[in-house]
Structure formats: C-alpha cells, structure tokens
C-alpha cells in the first residue's frame, strides 16, 4: 500500500490490469469478496479516491480531477492501460476517464451509474449532507448511517441482514471526522455532475450494469446513459437495491469475468487477424 501524493492503493493477482473504483461511502477493502475471485484472473488495483479514508487530500468539486490522479497512478504502477470496474461514484469516474484518456481504459464496466444528477437526487444529496454536517457538529453519527441503509439496500436485503446492518452503524459512528468530510464532499460533487456531453465520445467495450430497485440512482437514467454510448451492454439485477457490489458481489464478479473474458478473446482474435496481414 502506498500513501502520499499518489492514491493509496492495493495490486493483487496476475494477468491483465483491472482497476476497481469505490462507490462513495467505500474504502478499497470494501471489494474484497469480488476482488478475490477477479484476482485469481487479473492484476487487480484497487484505490480511494481523494476524500475516501486512505488516500490523502480533499475532494475537488471537479469530478474530472480525478482522471488526473487515475492515470498518475497508472503510470506509478507502469500500466499503460487497464479494464476498469467502477460503482456509483466510482463508476460515474470511470466514465469520465474513458472520455477523456481512452488510451488508458481497455474496457469499462460501470455499476449503478448516471448519466446526470435529476432534481430529485440533489434533493437527496443536499438532505444527506446535512445530516453529515450535524454528525460533525457532535450530532448522532448512526443516523448518517441509517439514511445511507434506507436509500443504497433493497427491503429485501435490509429484511435479511439487519442484524449485520446494526452492528455496521456502530462502526460508522465511530469513523473519524475525515470520513464524514470526504463523503461530505463527495455528495456535493455530484450535485452537479451530468456526463451527457462525454458518452458519445466512448469507444472502449462498456457494460453497464443496473439495479432494478435502485433508490439512489433512478434505473431509466442507467438506461439512458447506457443507450449514449455506443454498443454498449446493459445487464440488470432483478432484485438490488443501489449499493449492488455489497448486497451480491458474486452476480457481480460473475457478470464481470464474463464481460472481460469477451474482451479477451476479442483482443485475441484481432491481434491474430494483423498478425496475419
């Protein structure tokens, strides 16, 4: 793990680069249960992002910063390129680093994703940063907690596991105010965010993956960014709610390695037609 000016991080495996890219409220430990099975296949690198509890720095408003600091890590590590798994925010990143160094991303699947922020979300962004405001102000820091449960897990899934959830609210009030301010931050950047004016621009194999009960991000906005890139795959989880690579990581891992094998053996059979011309 390296910390300073370039993102902490994590590379495990062997065989192709594939980086994975936190959702908001997550650290690289968070992708363990898929980062296991896809390591057994690829070099995986994992990272936070500024703002997340290991990497230094604050959150830029600016989402596009961190194609900076993507590709700084890229090079740290000496990859050229790599495939990239984001979610939420992390995937909404990795979008923004296909559009804007293509030569970096070989292939892009990008989970519970949006191609803008509705009037509905910032409503939500700006309730959510007020509670983290009052945790910080000495507030009760499990209710940041219970407005994240209520919003990213499908009934199902909280119905299953509220034991679990419970005890995961006294690990949150217990989180330094770092944490609290990084999310913080990262909420307020995606008030703003619309990506519509980057998808047509990319070119690299994208799967976008959906959650049918996401109460985060609106399912039709995944279609409709999915349907502004061209050829682009769209799978859907019939029961998940927003915060899917937690609630059924091997669905997940699985539509991944599918994915990328394709991409594979795509590559392959290319590099075989010119090698043969």
Not at 184 to 193: K, R, V
């Amino acid at each position: 793990m390296t910390t300073g000016a370039t993102l902490a991080h994590r590379v495990d495996g062997d065989g192709e680069p594939l980086l994975l890219l936190n959702g908001g409220m997550m650290t690289h430990a968070s992708w363990e249960p898929i980062a296991v099975r896809l390591q057994e296949r690829y070099t995986v690198v994992r990272c936070d992002l500024r703002g997340q509890l290991l990497s230094p720095g604050s959150v830029s408003p600016d989402m596009s910063s961190n194609v900076g600091d993507l590709t700084d890590l890229l090079d740290h590590l000496g990859l050229e390129s790599a495939h990239v798994l984001g979610t939420s925010y992390g995937g909404e990143i990795g979008l923004l680093l296909a559009a804007l160094a293509p030569e970096r991303v070989r292939s892009l699947i990008a989970v519970t994703v949006t191609d803008r922020t509705t009037d509905a979300m910032r409503r939500g962004a700006q309730d959510l940063r007020q509670l983290i405001a009052s945790a910080l102000a000495g507030g009760d820091r499990g209710l940041v907690h219970d407005r994240l449960v209520t919003e990213a897990y499908s009934a199902r899934h909280t119905s299953r596991f509220g034991d679990s959830l419970a005890g995961r609210r006294e690990l949150v009030a217990r989180l330094p105010d770092a944490w609290f301010e990084g999310l913080e931050g990262i909420i307020a950047s995606m008030e703003t965010l619309d990506l519509r004016s980057y998808l047509s621009s990319i070119a690299c194999p994208t799967l976008v993956i959906i959650a049918a009960d996401d109460r985060v991000i609106p399912p039709v906005r995944s279609r409709e960014l999915a349907a502004a890139i061209g050829g682009a795959e769209v799978s859907v989880h019939p029961t998940s709610g927003h915060a899917l690579v937690v609630e059924d990581p091997d669905w997940v891992t699985d539509a991944a390695l599918e994915f990328l094998k394709r991409q594979s053996q795509s590559a392959a059979v290319a590099s075989e037609i010119i090698s043969n011309d």
